[in-house]
């Protein structure tokens, strides 16, 4: 196992949830990290990616807008995820991916199809 993402479950809307990621292997400090989401038969979203400088692209679809947000916690490994007034459209498989950046610019992120890394993934049902 390289990465475990935590904290997902059944609310209702307008409830809060808190993801983590992190791994039992790497020091996710020299990697940029990115947060996904996925319905069956739907592709797969990019939610953000968080740099190895610690700046976060967040909110990448507009409807994740002002709900959502990441941190990067190097101190525990972590890489979390907020997401706050849950609506039932964001009912999915949350997964979060790393691709070692050390070698790269501080503020790289990685394409999608670039994360070599991916954890197993925790579902999130938001509903009534």
């Known amino acids: 196992v390289q990465l475990v993402e935590s904290g997902g479950g059944s609310v209702q809307p307008g409830a809060s949830l808190r993801l983590s990621c992190t791994s039992p292997?790497?020091?996710?400090?020299?990697?940029?990290v990115g947060w996904f989401r996925q319905v069956p038969g739907k592709e797969r979203e990019r939610i953000s990616c968080?740099?190895?400088?610690?700046?976060?692209?967040?909110n990448i679809s507009d409807s994740m807008e002002g709900r959502f947000s990441v941190y990067r916690d190097n101190t525990k490994n972590t890489v979390s995820l907020h997401l706050d007034t849950l609506k039932p459209e964001d009912t999915a498989v949350y997964s979060c991916?790393?691709?070692?950046?050390?070698?790269?610019?501080?503020?790289?992120?990685?394409?999608?199809?670039?994360?070599?890394?991916w954890g197993q993934g925790t579902q999130v049902t938001v509903s009534s």
């Open positions: 991916a790393a691709k070692f950046a050390r070698d790269r610019r501080p503020t790289y992120c990685p394409r999608t199809s670039e994360y070599p890394v």
């Open positions: 292997r790497f020091d996710l400090a020299d990697y940029a």
């Open positions: 968080t740099t190895r400088a610690g700046d976060s692209i967040t």
